[in-house]
């Protein structure tokens, strides 16, 4: 699932109303995203709409892989990756 963040929304809530919309289930269901990703850090590194460098990250986040470019196109697909959960 691919979606565009609107400017006025922080990239930590958009990155939890796409997995929440790509798991089908509440925001309030999912995990913390502070578990997956420093928030502070994703939010200060796409807070800047002035800012012309590129930049990608990815992370897992519930049973989902998030992948974020620029800080604005959100792309979230089924996390394959055995991983042990706690």
């Known amino acids: 699932m691919e979606t565009t963040r609107d400017s006025g929304t922080s990239i930590t809530v958009a990155v ?6 790509f798991e089908d289930c509440e925001p309030t269901a999912l995990p ?8 502070d850090a994703l939010n200060s590194l796409f807070t800047s709409a002035t800012d012309d460098r590129d930049c990608h990250v990815s992370f897992a986040f519930s049973d989902s892989r998030v992948a974020i470019e ?4 959100i792309v979230v697909e089924a ?3 055995q991983r042990v959960r706690p």
């Open 79 to 81: 996390d394959t990756a």
């Open 70 to 73: 620029n800080g604005e196109r």
């Open 32 to 39: 913390p995203l502070y578990d997956a990703v420093d928030t």
């Open 16 to 21: 939890v109303e796409a997995v929440s919309t």
